[in-house]
């Protein structure tokens, strides 16, 4: 890990963080103390807050949603490939980044051969072939992420639609990091990315595919850019593997205790605490020296 000065409060303009594992409890929550601490900084620091997650754009706004008391937040959805403006702003898209049609038809004939199960992000609703195999994955995944399914015949029903991105359900690690190093060498030509979604007695683990040069930490570059911020006077949280660019790129960024071991090692802090356990919130009211009460 990097140095680990500390940087006075009024330093930082934006601060960005992940969802599942980093803000949100292992519930989907997010913790009244979270809340309080954000309150404190958007108001009293003029900080901007930026949700970036793996999920589709209507499956983060119940997060913000718990946040509104405390902040508006801008929106990075879909692992980078889509920008949202404030609420306020009426959701304006900033910037969005669509996988080459060419690409995803390959994708599509590839876990069509291999029956891996495939979600295809369309607006409101996740896209999958109907086999009795995707079923219990599709509603695994339906029940822990809160996404609507719309099931096809044939992945050749979706050919030449545009999408964000698209992803393989994995029931476990070591099949996800097997399909990881097979899809990074099939398409080299795109950005593969490894992700997760974890409850107390559930996880599921994903091989994502994105446009080329695609992730959390070009989007946050987006987001800079658009707002006129420098990446110097950014913060990050975040805990994941798909995080890890977020974490490169942030002026500072600080891994959960809960999270992987190449996102501690990337990260200028790791936190004592998880996500569990309010480490958004600690951490928060460390670096600006939040008031207790």
């Not at 996740?126 to 044939?154: C, H, I, Q, W």
């Not at 994105?210 to 990446?231: R, T």
Request: net charge negative; charged share 20%.
């Amino acid at each position: 890990a990097s140095s680990r000065v500390q940087m006075s409060a009024p330093h930082y303009k934006l601060i960005i963080s992940d969802l599942d594992g980093t803000l949100l409890d292992d519930a989907k929550n997010v913790a009244p103390r979270t809340v309080k601490a954000l309150k404190h900084i958007t108001e009293k620091h003029s900080v901007l807050m930026v949700l970036a997650s793996g999920r589709a754009s209507y499956l983060i706004e119940p997060t913000a949603v718990q946040l509104a008391d405390a902040t508006d937040c801008y929106l990075i959805a879909y692992n980078g490939a889509v920008g949202f403006a404030m609420n306020i702003d009426k959701r304006q898209q900033i910037f969005c980044s669509a996988l080459p049609p060419a690409d995803l038809g390959h994708i599509m004939d590839v876990c069509t051969a291999r029956g891996l199960a495939l979600n295809i992000y369309l607006p409101d609703k996740v896209n999958m072939k109907d086999t009795p195999e995707n079923r219990p994955l599709a509603e695994l995944y339906s029940e822990m992420t809160g996404a609507t399914y719309n099931f096809v015949e044939s992945y050749d029903q979706l050919k030449g639609v545009t999408t964000p991105k698209c992803l393989i359900i994995c029931k476990t690690e070591s099949m996800c990091d097997t399909l990881m190093e097979e899809m990074t060498t099939l398409f080299p030509q795109l950005s593969v990315v490894k992700s997760n979604c974890k409850t107390p007695q559930k996880e599921l683990y994903f091989v994502e595919f994105l446009q080329s040069g695609v992730d959390k930490g070009w989007a946050l570059k987006q987001i800079c850019q658009h707002l006129q911020i420098s990446l110097d006077d950014t913060l990050a949280f975040g805990d994941a593997e798909n995080d890890l660019s977020m974490l490169r790129t942030a002026g500072r960024s600080i891994c959960m205790a809960n999270g992987a071991q190449v996102c501690k090692d990337a990260s200028h802090k790791v936190s004592q605490f998880t996500n569990n356990e309010d480490a958004v919130a600690r951490e928060l009211e460390e670096i600006f020296c939040v008031p207790s009460e």
